[in-house]
């Protein structure tokens, strides 16, 4: 997730969060009669004098579609981007031309390679990009889950090939590659 989307997400479960606070405490002290002022009925005389207006429908819809738009734009915002799927290798400078890797093929090749391994149950890659030092760095994560009989230590020493080998595709130190490992 885009961290603009994260942060209007935060932002808006604190706005929601501080309104509903507010109407629950509003509420409990109506009951209790303890309101700084005095709130025997509720006049919603204004609100429906309004709805006899001729602007009040087209207020309402384009409300409603500032309303719609703004999903929609939100939705949009959280589909995986297709951006940062390729990482450009070092090449050689003499030789023209640059060599690119997907590097989700990569991680979905390297949870192959570990789902034939023995003792493994399951194995699903995943690709995210995270920050280290302040720079956008590629993460292959391997989530796998080994069988109840099977030996963690022995796993692990397997998967570090897994480990080794993706490093040696993509280059060691274009991305950094985390096995995750459950039984």
Same mark, same amino acid.
């Given at each position: 997730?885009? /961290?603009?989307?994260? $942060? $209007?997400?935060?932002?808006?479960?604190?706005?929601?969060?501080?309104?509903?606070?507010?109407?629950?405490?509003?509420?409990?002290?109506?009951?209790?009669?303890?309101?700084? $002022?005095?709130?025997?009925?509720?006049?919603?005389?204004?609100?429906?004098?309004?709805?006899?207006?001729?602007?009040?429908?087209?207020?309402?819809?384009?409300?409603?579609?500032?309303?719609?738009?703004?999903?929609?734009?939100?939705?949009?915002? /959280?589909?995986?981007?297709?951006?940062?799927?390729?990482?450009?290798?070092?090449?050689? =400078?003499?030789? =023209?031309?640059?060599?690119?890797?997907?590097?989700?093929?990569?991680?979905?090749?390297?949870?192959?390679?570990?789902?034939?391994?023995?003792?493994?149950?399951?194995?699903?890659?995943?690709?995210?990009?995270?920050?280290?030092?302040?720079?956008?760095? =590629?993460?292959?994560?391997?989530?796998?889950?080994?069988?109840?009989?099977?030996?963690?230590?022995?796993?692990?020493?397997?998967?570090?090939?897994? /480990?080794?080998?993706?490093?040696?595709?993509?280059?060691?130190?274009?991305?950094?590659? /985390?096995?995750?490992?459950?039984?």
């Amino acid at each position: 997730m885009k /961290r603009s989307t994260a $942060f $209007f997400d935060r932002l808006g479960v604190l706005i929601l969060g501080a309104a509903l606070v507010a109407l629950g405490v509003g509420a409990a002290l109506w009951q209790r009669g303890s309101l700084p $002022f005095t709130l025997d009925t509720l006049d919603v005389g204004v609100v429906a004098d309004r709805q006899q207006d001729a602007w009040w429908p087209w207020a309402l819809g384009g409300a409603g579609v500032v309303l719609v738009l703004i999903l929609l734009w939100s939705l949009l915002r /959280r589909l995986p981007s297709s951006a940062g799927r390729d990482l450009t290798l070092s090449a050689d =400078p003499s030789v =023209p031309g640059s060599v690119t890797v997907d590097l989700r093929a990569v991680a979905k090749q390297a949870a192959d390679v570990a789902r034939e391994l023995p003792g493994i149950r399951s194995a699903r890659p995943r690709l995210r990009w995270e920050r280290v030092d302040g720079t956008r760095v =590629p993460v292959v994560s391997i989530i796998v889950r080994t069988d109840a009989e099977a030996s963690p230590a022995a796993a692990a020493t397997e998967l570090a090939t897994v /480990r080794r080998h993706v490093a040696a595709v993509v280059g060691d130190g274009a991305v950094a590659v /985390r096995i995750l490992l459950s039984t």
